[in-house]
């Protein structure tokens, strides 16, 4: 395969606070690669510092500008199993695009993006019901939920043999060893390629599957 320059970009990933290292550029023939602290991937946003805050702000922007076909359908005296339908289609579909990559957002992340189906429904269905009437009504989840239940499907499809990415599932660590070791009662060692999987919150925070095994919650990281 050959590279165009073009559309290659570095991105350095150091948790340090403080690192004077100078890192050489990357060049491909005569072309120096251009550095960048963000960049847009297959319609993710991955930052240098491994959080997801201008992802999340990117989905919120978009899905924001979709609600006002919303506005204009109810305008149009449109049916509201309709609208409901045009909002699951094409605005709730960009709040889920890729979840199972970003799911691990904070509460705060996590409730911005949920503001954007409160006002949907408001919008399909004016009144003084309460966000959680609307949603008993419309026989719809909180978007927390539905991301959590799409991370779960999804890794379910991962657990079969006959995946690409079966090969990546870690198993959990039951090697028995002669030492009293001060947290031994508490293991919840997993081995991903043979090597227990990195269990900090920067690491915790980027590409994560919840429910990898349905009666142990934790993170993997990829």
């Not at 702000?57 to 305008?75: G, N």
């Not at 081995?191 to 919150?201: E, M, Q």
Request: charge should be positive; charged fraction near 30%; proline fraction near 4%.
């Amino acid at each position: 395969m050959k590279l165009n320059p073009r559309k290659c970009k570095e991105m350095v990933i150091d948790p340090l606070e403080y690192n004077t290292t100078v890192l050489r550029p990357i060049i491909i023939g005569n072309t120096i690669i251009e550095k960048v602290k963000k960049y847009k991937l297959l319609g993710v946003i991955l930052t240098d510092d491994l959080k997801w805050k201008e992802h999340t702000a990117y989905i919120y922007e978009k899905a924001c500008k979709r609600l006002y076909s919303l506005r204009v359908l109810r305008k149009a005296g449109v049916e509201v199993k309709n609208m409901l339908k045009v909002y699951l289609a094409i605005i709730r579909a960009i709040l889920e695009y890729a979840v199972p990559v970003w799911q691990a957002i904070p509460e705060y992340l996590s409730q911005k993006i949920e503001s954007v189906q409160t006002r949907a429904l408001k919008i399909i269905k004016p009144g003084e019901e309460s966000y959680e009437e609307l949603l008993r009504l419309f026989n719809v989840e909180k978007l927390q939920s539905r991301r959590e239940k799409l991370c779960r499907q999804y890794m379910g499809k991962i657990k079969s043999p006959n995946h690409q990415l079966n090969t990546l599932i870690p198993q959990q660590d039951d090697r028995k060893h002669e030492y009293n070791l001060r947290n031994d009662n508490n293991r919840n060692f997993y081995l991903l390629n043979n090597r227990p999987y990195c269990r900090t919150k920067l690491c915790g925070d980027f590409f994560t599957f919840k429910y990898i095994n349905i009666h142990r919650h934790f993170y993997l990281i990829f």
